[in-house]
């Protein structure tokens, strides 16, 4: 009687210190990412997706699995833009309808009397091979649904794919409902940011969601692959890379100090109403002078900063009190790693999106002239290093443009 005991208090005791965990994070799809692999963990199974509820719709929010994708690297395949009608056509679809648990012992073998098919789309595709599924509603109070879990292929002791097995059936639907709030706050953290970003956008029209949201993803992968070239430990980039994606959405808040005189003029700028351009770096910063977080550090380095050049001549440079006296730019610029590693990071990613973007002045750069750009300012305006790492997941990048389109 003791075994089942035993492994009973230790199941309990790790959703307990995963529960707490989620809470400590910010951003969505880190909540996302951790979840996964935790849930994964818990019942030692190869892959997972989530698919949260958006307009209606499920959309693709979250994949991992092993056997397709390197372990803790970028992912292409997280950014894919994929909905699904909640019907009972689909696994995903019927469980989010139904509020049903679903746990399929084979993908391939499902009975033609269930509504449900199997969609061997991305099977085919990739070459992988679903097996078992185990599919989870995640809801929170009042039964309100925010997405689907699917959790595939349990593994024995060898690696080959078997059924789930009732602890998992179990366990795992009590654990989604804990999940289902940590996922319901970071889509909320994330929202309060865009309404944010749209005050700034009724000030300047290209302080779009969709530029914020591009702004933030870059950054944040950009971060992830520069980390693990660095050999920064993997528990240190995922808390430091949940931070920078809400951080760089903010890059620019500070606009809300700029006249619309200026910032909504059609044609080029004076240098008079340049120097005044400069100066929403530190109405940004100022915006987080009671740092009480982390989080708010960081925006405050990256509103300030992500106008620095690597070889110095950025803006707004070195100032002996950020918050002392009216809005002024510094003696002189910052350059090297004066400048903080997470606005360093931001600075590419916005100068990438404000290339390859329509403004009011220019037509968007193709992408081979942009990275051409890129690569002439690397060293120069840009890290070096972070250069790198942008075009090591340059692939990954391309995915969140068309995502977020």
């Known amino acids: 009687m003791s075994e089942p005991t035993n492994k009973n208090e230790e199941m309990i005791n790790n959703f307990l210190r995963i529960s707490d965990e989620l809470n400590q994070l910010k951003d969505v799809d880190t909540i996302l ?18 698919f ?12 991992h699995n092993d056997t397709l994708f390197a372990k803790d690297a970028t992912n292409a395949a997280v950014y894919s833009s994929v ?19 679903l746990v399929i012992d084979d993908a391939y073998n499902l009975s033609p009397d269930l509504p449900f098919k199997f969609n061997d789309s991305y099977d085919k595709t990739t070459g ?25 292929n349990a593994k024995d002791s060898e690696g080959r794919s078997i059924p789930f097995d009732n602890q998992a059936k179990t366990y795992i639907p009590l654990f989604a409902n804990n999940t289902a709030i940590a996922i319901e706050r970071g889509i909320l953290t994330r ?18 969601a969709a530029h914020v949201q591009r702004v933030g993803a870059y950054s944040a992968e950009i971060y992830h692959r520069y980390a693990l070239n660095k050999g920064i430990p993997v528990k240190e980039l995922k808390r430091t890379k949940d931070l920078l994606r809400l951080a760089a959405m903010l890059h620019d808040v500070g606009k809300v100090g700029i006249s619309d005189a200026i910032l909504k003029k059609p044609g080029k700028l004076t240098d008079d109403e340049f120097d005044i351009i400069k100066l929403h770096t530190v109405y940004g910063g100022r915006l987080f002078e009671n740092s009480t977080s982390d989080l708010d550090a960081m ?32 003696t002189h610029s910052k350059s090297g790693e004066e400048i903080p590693l997470v606005a360093r990071v931001c600075a590419l990613a916005d100068v990438y999106d404000a290339l390859t973007s329509p403004r009011s002045y220019k037509e968007p750069f193709t992408e081979e002239r942009t990275l051409e750009i890129i690569n002439k300012d690397s060293g120069t305006h840009f890290d070096p290093e972070i250069v790198d790492a942008f075009l090591q997941i340059y692939d990954v990048i391309l995915a969140i443009r068309a995502k977020y389109a």
């Open 83 to 101: 909905t699904v009608p909640i019907t009972e056509h689909s696994i995903v679809g019927y469980s989010a309808l139904s509020g049903e648990m």
């Open 128 to 152: 992988y091979r679903t097996t078992s599924i185990l599919t989870i509603p995640l809801k929170i109070a009042q039964g309100k649904l925010v997405g689907v879990m699917q959790i595939i």
């Open 299 to 330: 925006c405050r380095d990256i509103a300030l900063n992500h106008h620095e050049r690597w070889t110095g001549g950025g803006y707004p440079g070195h100032m002996n009190d950020l918050f002392d006296g009216p809005p002024h730019i510094g």
């Open 33 to 50: 990412d951790r979840t996964l692999l935790e849930v994964r963990a818990l019942v030692n199974a190869d892959a997972g997706s989530i």
């Open 191 to 208: 929202e309060l940011i865009l309404r944010m970003m749209k005050m700034a956008e009724l000030r300047d029209p290209t302080e779009t």
């Open 52 to 63: 949260l509820v958006e307009d209606g719709q499920l959309r693709f929010s979250y994949v």
